[in-house]
């Protein structure tokens, strides 16, 4: 079976197959260990009592394919991401039968967070402790009153890595986060946080939206947009986390170029087995004579073709006698010729746009697997092809791939249209931009009656914006508020970020990056006579985007009820008369 074979296997089969017990159990760290064992000899060796070189080590065999690994699970990370999820469901649902008894039996007067590990306690207990403390990598709260935060010591502080401010600084006195608030009110105070933390810690602090009505400060998972716990993205941050502190034990750290190589090299339209191939030889991870010699487990080097010492794959695939007939014959037969490639960086160039194009650079790999593998056939007593069969062959290979990859059809998608609400009903449309670069943004309102006339319209400028999300929410909340003090019952609330109108829509909305505005738009939803919440495509919110790119930092706030602006006229015109 080829490697992309035992890739699939050891995916579907041998780490899914645990994955039950391991929601339950902590596995035994032997056992673990032996999983380990076995499916590393079968994936390097065929089988799982083969003994064969292993090229990697298992840590760097598990990172994802994006970072240069094959993506398989670390059983052990992975054993207490699941068991973490147990945790969280102690936590979110406090009033199920099984948070009960476990509360009354280990924690009766504390807090899941904070309980011990008593004697003689059950191996469930111990499983959910270890799990316990993936939990607690990624644990956050959402900033309601502030009165239960402190500080220093919780995790409150989504842009920083720790969640923590980096360091303390002298004649600082400030405990709890309500202490940041300007008095009476749920507000920053600017002054006041950028004095008592250094300038990156002041940034990401303002950026937070207190909850103005929210009752309690909120448990929250910090990787998930929702706020909600998953196996997946805890895995993510174990891994992460382990190759953090590899990285610092080695004294090495990976390149942020290498992702890009790497996504090149697994979209590449030539067969699995191909594509495996070929990441073993970007890693230098294939038996090559001069690899062997170099670990002292071949006593010789010379190539078997054409004798010249030191061989190589560079030598195999562009240097060796063969290969220069092969590659003669390539360029006859389908008119590709090879490019200039160095010999210590040829298995990444070939991956480049600038250096060939992707049908090209498909042809060339899978050509030098035909070399390989016609090696080996050779070594092992098999007959080698004619170099005229073997491209024929891969031309053919390539070719047919090609003419199977079906293009992706895309929907055909009917530019949305602003609607008219029903009668006695007002729309409110809002839409936000944002600047990633100065974390600033802007939000848009317009509000139309059910003929279609324009009420009001206004425009706001915000600082401090962590991400779109949160300006599509504060904008959706100013067009709430100012329907309501108009006076309006029946509101529709349009806006074109599904993200948004989900959040929204769900009942966990409370624990997500938004969960201040959450509360409120709900809240604010709830004071109307009758509210409903629909999202519509940007072609139909054009007169709301119009208005959130009007404010700037000299005109910061507009309201108009009277005389509008001509672009915001000729949007509305647009909507109303369609062409």
Same mark, same amino acid.
């Given at each position: 079976?080829?490697?992309?074979?035992?890739?699939?296997?050891?995916?579907?089969?041998?780490?899914?197959?645990?994955?039950?017990?391991?929601?339950?159990?902590?596995?035994?760290? #032997?056992?673990?260990?032996?999983?380990?064992?076995?499916?590393?000899?079968?994936?390097?060796?065929?089988?799982?009592?083969?003994?064969?070189?292993?090229? @990697?080590?298992?840590? !760097?065999?598990?990172?994802?394919?994006?970072?240069?690994?094959?993506?398989?699970?670390?059983?052990?990370?992975?054993?207490?991401?699941?068991?973490?999820?147990?945790?969280?469901?102690?936590?979110?649902?406090?009033?199920?039968?099984?948070?009960?008894?476990?509360?009354?039996?280990?924690?009766?007067?504390?807090?899941?967070?904070?309980? +011990?590990?008593?004697?003689?306690?059950?191996?469930?207990?111990?499983?959910?402790?270890?799990? *316990?403390?993936?939990?607690?990598?990624?644990?956050?709260?959402?900033?309601?009153?502030?009165?239960?935060?402190?500080?220093?010591?919780?995790?409150?502080?989504?842009?920083?890595?720790?969640? !923590?401010?980096?360091?303390?600084?002298?004649?600082?006195?400030?405990?709890?986060?309500?202490?940041?608030?300007?008095?009476?009110?749920?507000?920053?105070?600017?002054?006041?946080?950028?004095?008592?933390?250094?300038?990156?810690?002041?940034?990401?602090?303002?950026?937070?939206?207190?909850?103005?009505?929210?009752?309690?400060?909120?448990?929250?998972?910090?990787?998930?947009?929702?706020?909600?716990?998953?196996?997946?993205?805890?895995?993510?941050?174990?891994?992460?986390? $382990?190759?953090?502190?590899?990285?610092?034990?080695?004294?090495?750290?990976?390149?942020?170029?290498?992702?890009?190589?790497?996504?090149?090299?697994?979209?590449?339209?030539?067969?699995?087995?191909?594509?495996?191939?070929?990441?073993?030889?970007?890693?230098?991870?294939?038996? +090559?004579?001069?690899?062997?010699?170099? *670990?002292?487990?071949?006593?010789?080097?010379?190539?078997?073709?054409?004798?010249?010492?030191?061989?190589?794959?560079?030598?195999?695939?562009? @240097?060796?006698?063969?290969?220069? $007939?092969?590659?003669?014959?390539?360029?006859?037969?389908?008119?590709?010729?090879?490019?200039?490639?160095?010999?210590?960086?040829?298995?990444?160039?070939?991956?480049?746009?600038?250096?060939?194009?992707?049908?090209?650079?498909?042809?060339?790999?899978?050509?030098?697997?035909?070399?390989?593998?016609?090696?080996?056939? @050779? =070594?092992?007593?098999?007959?080698?092809?004619?170099?005229?069969?073997?491209?024929?062959?891969?031309?053919?290979?390539?070719?047919?791939?090609?003419?199977?990859?079906?293009?992706?059809?895309?929907?055909?998608?009917?530019?949305?249209?602003?609607?008219?609400?029903?009668? #006695?009903?007002?729309?409110?449309?809002?839409?936000?931009?944002?600047?990633?670069?100065?974390?600033?943004?802007?939000?848009?309102?317009?509000?139309?009656?059910?003929?279609? =006339?324009?009420?009001?319209?206004?425009?706001?400028?915000?600082?401090?914006?962590?991400?779109?999300?949160?300006?599509?929410?504060?904008?959706?909340?100013?067009?709430?508020?100012?329907?309501?003090?108009?006076?309006?019952? #029946?509101?529709?609330?349009?806006?074109? #970020?599904?993200?948004?109108?989900?959040?929204?829509?769900?009942?966990?909305?409370? =624990?997500?990056?938004?969960?201040?505005?959450?509360?409120?738009?709900?809240?604010?939803?709830?004071?109307?006579?009758?509210?409903?919440?629909?999202?519509?495509?940007?072609?139909?919110?054009?007169?709301?985007?119009?208005?959130?790119?009007?404010? +700037?930092?000299?005109?910061?706030?507009?309201?108009?009820?009277?005389?509008?602006?001509?672009?915001?006229?000729?949007?509305? $015109?647009?909507?109303?008369?369609?062409?």
């Amino acid at each position: 079976m080829s490697c992309a074979g035992r890739e699939v296997l050891i995916k579907a089969n041998a780490q899914s197959v645990p994955t039950y017990p391991m929601s339950c159990f902590k596995l035994p760290a #032997n056992v673990c260990q032996k999983m380990r064992t076995y499916i590393s000899n079968y994936w390097w060796g065929s089988s799982v009592d083969n003994h064969k070189i292993h090229w @990697q080590k298992w840590s !760097k065999l598990s990172c994802p394919k994006a970072d240069g690994g094959m993506g398989f699970r670390d059983l052990t990370l992975f054993n207490k991401a699941m068991l973490g999820k147990q945790g969280w469901r102690l936590m979110t649902r406090p009033d199920s039968l099984c948070a009960r008894v476990i509360k009354g039996k280990y924690y009766p007067n504390g807090e899941f967070l904070t309980a +011990t590990r008593k004697r003689k306690c059950s191996e469930t207990w111990k499983a959910i402790l270890f799990g *316990r403390e993936a939990l607690k990598l990624g644990m956050i709260k959402r900033i309601g009153p502030g009165d239960t935060v402190n500080i220093w010591t919780d995790n409150w502080i989504v842009g920083l890595d720790s969640f !923590k401010p980096t360091i303390r600084l002298e004649s600082v006195s400030v405990e709890r986060v309500q202490d940041l608030f300007r008095p009476g009110t749920r507000e920053w105070d600017e002054q006041l946080v950028r004095s008592s933390f250094i300038y990156r810690d002041a940034l990401e602090i303002l950026k937070i939206k207190p909850g103005a009505r929210m009752l309690e400060d909120v448990d929250a998972w910090a990787f998930e947009r929702t706020g909600v716990y998953s196996v997946r993205s805890c895995y993510r941050a174990l891994k992460k986390e $382990q190759e953090t502190t590899e990285s610092y034990a080695t004294g090495s750290a990976g390149s942020s170029d290498d992702a890009r190589w790497w996504k090149k090299l697994w979209g590449l339209k030539i067969p699995p087995k191909v594509r495996v191939f070929w990441w073993r030889a970007v890693h230098g991870y294939l038996p +090559t004579k001069g690899e062997l010699k170099r *670990r002292h487990v071949a006593s010789e080097d010379h190539c078997e073709t054409c004798g010249e010492p030191g061989e190589t794959l560079y030598h195999i695939a562009l @240097q060796c006698s063969y290969a220069v $007939q092969f590659w003669k014959a390539v360029k006859e037969i389908t008119g590709c010729k090879l490019p200039p490639l160095h010999p210590a960086t040829w298995t990444r160039d070939l991956l480049a746009s600038d250096i060939c194009v992707q049908k090209d650079a498909a042809l060339i790999i899978c050509g030098v697997w035909s070399l390989w593998t016609g090696q080996n056939a @050779q =070594r092992h007593g098999r007959t080698r092809w004619s170099p005229g069969a073997a491209v024929r062959h891969v031309a053919s290979m390539v070719e047919d791939l090609l003419c199977l990859e079906v293009p992706a059809v895309k929907p055909t998608r009917v530019p949305g249209r602003w609607a008219k609400p029903q009668e #006695n009903w007002i729309k409110v449309n809002t839409d936000s931009a944002f600047h990633s670069s100065s974390a600033t943004g802007a939000g848009g309102v317009v509000i139309r009656d059910s003929d279609g =006339r324009l009420l009001s319209a206004a425009a706001h400028l915000y600082s401090h914006i962590p991400d779109a999300l949160t300006g599509e929410a504060l904008a959706a909340r100013d067009g709430l508020q100012l329907a309501g003090e108009q006076g309006h019952a #029946n509101v529709i609330l349009e806006v074109d #970020n599904l993200v948004l109108v989900n959040l929204l829509c769900s009942e966990d909305g409370g =624990r997500s990056v938004i969960s201040g505005l959450w509360q409120e738009i709900r809240e604010l939803g709830r004071g109307f006579s009758g509210f409903k919440l629909l999202h519509v495509n940007r072609e139909g919110n054009v007169a709301a985007h119009v208005c959130a790119s009007l404010p +700037t930092e000299s005109n910061p706030e507009f309201f108009w009820s009277d005389c509008f602006p001509t672009r915001l006229e000729e949007a509305i $015109q647009n909507d109303c008369n369609p062409s």
